[in-house]
């Protein structure tokens, strides 16, 4: 999950339970439409580990760059300065792992999800706690703040999500009760409608605040399978690894492409604009998409295991982390990927600066790191 992300195929509870290998494959690369591009971007650490007691599940930075947010199994989550890496506040109220945090788009607050069934919101100045619990009956293991920082949305692993107010904790809407475990969700960008979207890769959209449905239920593909949705929850990619994935535009409830050579896709992710897609195969191909279907770039690769990937903001630079510790970095235009970093353990988040010139992973071996690009 990149910023933005949750969240993904295999979201932060999956990929700490099960973190699903991809095999070698012979095919050799070449790239689509777009001409390739000489990979030239460096990665340099910046002060030493960002450290927790277990491992890491989010790694976020700051809207403004200035903070980065961890989130840890050690039941804590911290703040640190994006500049020197150094700790600002170390918070310890939750009283289990947790699994996710998210900052409110206008960077006052943040939002952390917990394994005892509890999300909570901070200040993202003082790390001082401001609201919540929002309490459920099951683990809570994603937040998420509205666009306008109002309202925050929580998903739960008694099948459901809810609706609180960011500032005084109150719930707002009824329990959003699902057929299926809900494993990601997104506000769309007018704040009045929320997606969530099924491990059986069905999609609901409900009205915020009242929590009512909006329309009927939309299944991702045509066989039922998992899915990765995009930003403002408007497209989804069914991920049915017994087919190929599909494109599907959630408002207007249509496939709007058909990623045919793409068989057995295992994992995907969305750039921050939902013009790029990345999609792995268990056969250890990767290629990258534009939002029509068209292919940009393929790279075969005898690396192992993908388990957290993020486009920069611009959309140019794809990052990719791995179950055995391994960050690579490459031009999404074509051109051979980096290996540009590593940790002892999996790579269960990347996530890039808004002004592209860094780069935060956080990983299972207890810690995150922080890196400065040089282009």
Known sequence: MSGSPVVAVLIFFAMIHSLDGAANSGETGGTGNVPAEKSSITLQPVGGPLKHFAGVTCARFSPDGRRVLTSSLDNGA???????GSLLSDLSEHDDRVLHAEFSPDGKRFVTASADNTA??????TGDWVTGPFQHEADVFLAYFSPDSRTVATISGERSARFWNATNG????????HSNRVTQGAFRSDNKTFVTI??????????VPAGEPVGVPLSSSIDKGMAELGPNGRMALSLDRNNYPRLVNVVEHRVTAELATATNTVFARFSPDGQRILTVQDSGIERIWDARGSIINVT???MRGVTSAAFSRDGQWLAVG?????????????GAATSAGQHNNS???????PD????????????????????
């Open 120 to 125: 909570r919101v901070w200040s993202a100045e």
């Open 347 to 353: 790579i269960l988040w990347v996530e890039f600066s």
């Open 170 to 177: 109150e719930p707002i809407s009824p329990t959003l009760l």
């Open 78 to 84: 911290r703040l640190w300065d994006s500049t020197t």
């Open 322 to 334: 791995h179950r055995n510790g391994e960050l690579r970095l490459r031009s999404v235009r074509g």
């Open 356 to 375: 592209g010139k860094s780069l935060v992973t956080g990983s299972l071996d207890g810690t995150a790191i922080l890196w400065r690009i040089a282009r």
């Open 300 to 302: 075969v690769t005898d």
């Open 198 to 207: 099924t491990e059986d890769g069905v999609l609901r959209t409900w009205s």
